[in-house]
Nanobody, 117 residues
Framework: QVQLVESGGGAVQSGGSLRLSCAVS????????MGWHRQAPGKQRELVAT???????NYADFVKGRFTISRDNVKKTVYLQMDSLAPEDTAVYYC???????????WGQGTQVTVSS
């Protein structure tokens, strides 16, 4: 059974930093692409960043240079370091696992990030 549990969300002021973590249970973490998505109130869920099994990363333009995604295959955890946070980064952040060429997908429950000006 695959489960994703996010942590690290919270409230910060503009310009601050947070580090999100997503711990994955099960045995497919090391062969899966991991990603972070977010959903702000009244908006659709959007991709923030992804990291492949080989460590290749991809970022949405609106977080390039501010956010860093990384993974630890031993701990089966993916991280999202978020720096220079702005109020528009306020959203629920979700961790996603995509395995077997995207044929299987799992989501975490989400963690709230609130940035005040």
């Amino acid at each position: 059974q695959v489960q994703l549990v996010e942590s690290g969300g919270g409230a910060v002021q503009s310009g601050g930093s947070l580090r999100l973590s997503c711990a994955v249970s099960g045995n497919i973490f090391s062969i899966s692409t991991m990603g972070w998505h977010r959903q702000a109130p009244g908006k659709q869920r959007e991709l923030v960043a992804t990291i492949t099994t080989g460590g290749v990363t991809n970022y949405a333009d609106f977080v390039k240079g501010r956010f860093t995604i990384s993974r630890d295959n031993v701990k089966k955890t993916v991280y999202l370091q978020m720096d220079s946070l702005a109020p528009e980064d306020t959203a629920v952040y979700y961790c996603k696992l995509s395995g077997y060429a995207g044929s299987i997908n799992y989501w975490g429950q989400g963690t709230q990030v609130t940035v005040s000006s």
